[in-house]
Nanobody, 129 residues
Framework: QVHLMESGGGSVQSGGSLRLSCAAS????????RGWFRQAPGKEREWVAS???????GYGDLVKGRFTASQDNANNTLYLQMNKLKPEDTAMYYC???????????????????????WGQGTQVTVSS
């Protein structure tokens, strides 16, 4: 049974940083694509970042240059380093993993919710001005 658990959320002032973690268990982690999404109140869930089994990454335009996704395959953990946070980054953040699709090799191919098979419960990030 695949299980994902996010941690590291919290409250921070504008310009601050947070590091989210996503601990994974129950599957062959090294084969999967991993992603981060977020959902603010009253808005649809949006893609934040993806990382491939080989470590290449892709980012949404709103976070590019400020957020960095990384992974520790030995410990089955995914990270999202968030710097220069803005109030508009306030949201519930979710990690997700998905099986690779034949012919689609690269993090930027995995940015839709339907590209991912398993989801965590989310961790809240609140940025105050």
């Amino acid at each position: 049974q695949v299980h994902l658990m996010e941690s590291g959320g919290g409250s921070v002032q504008s310009g601050g940083s947070l590091r989210l973690s996503c601990a994974a268990s129950g599957y062959t982690y090294y084969r999967h694509y991993r992603g981060w999404f977020r959902q603010a109140p009253g808005k649809e869930r949006e893609w934040v970042a993806s990382i491939s089994p080989h470590g290449d990454t892709g980012y949404g335009d709103l976070v590019k240059g400020r957020f960095t996704a990384s992974q520790d395959n030995a410990n089955n953990t995914l990270y999202l380093q968030m710097n220069k946070l803005k109030p508009e980054d306030t949201a519930m953040y979710y990690c997700a993993v998905g099986l690779p699709r034949p012919g689609y090799y690269g993090a930027t191919y995995y940015l839709r919710e339907e590209d991912f098979d398993y989801w965590g419960q989310g961790t809240q990030v609140t940025v105050s001005s």
